[in-house]
């Protein structure tokens, strides 16, 4: 499962600092992560999950990319 986070009040206003997003990649049974790398924004989960699965080796593997959600 891909699967990208925005983690609450991760964020730092006063020095101008946005909350941190993260791109996850880890298995459905057992909940174990394979991976992450942080964005700057979430507009670009789209590019960055290209660059998540080079990191790993996922050959024969099925994957699974949640929902994307449009903010406005």
């Known amino acids: 499962m891909i699967d ?20 996850s990649a880890r298995t459905a049974e057992n909940r174990l992560a394979l991976g992450q790398t942080a964005m700057n924004d979430t507009s670009i989960e789209i590019t960055t999950i290209p660059q998540l699965l080079d990191l790993l080796d ?15």
């Open 4 to 23: 990208g986070t925005t983690h609450r009040r991760s964020h730092d206003r006063p020095n101008g600092k946005a909350a941190l997003h993260l791109l």
């Open 58 to 72: 996922l050959r024969g593997s099925t994957i699974m990319i949640a929902a994307m959600e449009r903010r406005r």
